[in-house]
């Protein structure tokens, strides 16, 4: 194994990103859908033979903006392939293979340890979720072989983007990157995600001017549904007069949802529009 007190040749826009994350506050939902991407990178011959390493262990450098998950598993192996490619130009790598994606949800403060390299690698990844919010989460990084603990990284990611946090194996495989990809904070509802079911919803209420004015008609509203189907926020699109808009919101805010899921099946926070209608006997 390579060591790690070994001077650097690091790009300095790398060296920058490795200042630690601070801790995103943790959500009331306590746990977190997470996509853990393992690659294994290799030096050209020119590197390898030299005295230093072109990967610090612990680097952490985000990844920025990721594509959505596309429908097809070949949609996936693009954007994996597409990932690899970067890494080997901005590391000056050989040659950067993909290992495995992985998909898990998190509990805030549990570690959690994710599949090796390979069956022979005795390196271990471990992974506690600290805290996530609608915007952020922050994850801790262990790389270890035994009893030695070669990378220990915090890192806060946005959660519709992602990060690389890098570390060390043996000769097989040279360097590691993992990237972290949180679960998208609020999606709207589209294809492969199914929508909130209202399981309790409470009538909205006439004011007593717009009952006298005898108005009637629809709002529609703009509802933000977190992953336990509870209501967030709700917005006005189009509303009624004499505060029929504002009691259809005050309506909403009070029901309740089985929540929208993934296309695996996980429950998730969306947007979602829906209507109220004002009607007079």
């Known amino acids: 194994m390579r060591n790690p007190a070994a001077p650097l040749a690091l790009p300095l826009a790398l060296a920058l990103s490795l200042a630690a994350a601070a801790a995103a506050p943790a959500a009331a939902d306590p746990s977190l859908a997470t996509r853990f991407l393992l690659l294994a990178g290799h030096p050209t011959a020119e590197a390898a033979d030299s005295e230093g390493v072109l990967v610090i262990p612990g680097l952490v450098m985000p990844l920025g903006d990721r594509a959505p998950d596309g ?125 909130p079911r209202v399981v309790e919803k409470p009538a909205p209420a006439y004011t007593a001017e717009a009952r006298a004015a005898r108005i009637q008609g629809v709002v529609i509203l703009q509802a933000t549904i977190d992953e336990r189907g509870i209501v967030e926020r709700v917005d006005i699109l189009k509303g009624l007069p004499l505060g029929l808009g504002e009691a259809a919101a005050e309506t909403v805010r009070r029901w309740r949802f089985e929540p929208a899921r993934d296309r695996d099946g996980e429950p998730i926070a969306v947007t979602y529009n829906l209507t109220v209608n004002f009607t007079l006997e």
């Open 71 to 195: 429908p097809s598993a070949e949609a996936a192996v693009r954007e994996v392939t597409a990932l690899a490619s970067n890494l080997t130009r901005t590391l000056r790598l050989e040659e950067v293979e993909v290992l495995y994606t992985h998909p898990q949800r998190l509990a805030v403060g549990e570690e959690t340890t994710l599949p090796p390299p390979s069956a022979s690698s005795p390196v271990r990844i471990e992974v506690t979720l600290q805290g996530f919010n609608r915007e952020l989460a922050t994850y801790r990084v262990r790389f270890t072989d035994g009893a030695k603990t070669f990378a220990d990284s915090v890192v806060s990611v946005p959660r519709d983007k992602r990060a690389l946090v890098g570390g060390l194996d043996g000769e097989e495989a040279p360097y590691l990157f993992l990237v972290v990809e949180p679960a998208v904070g609020v999606q709207r509802v589209e294809e492969g995600i199914t929508p």
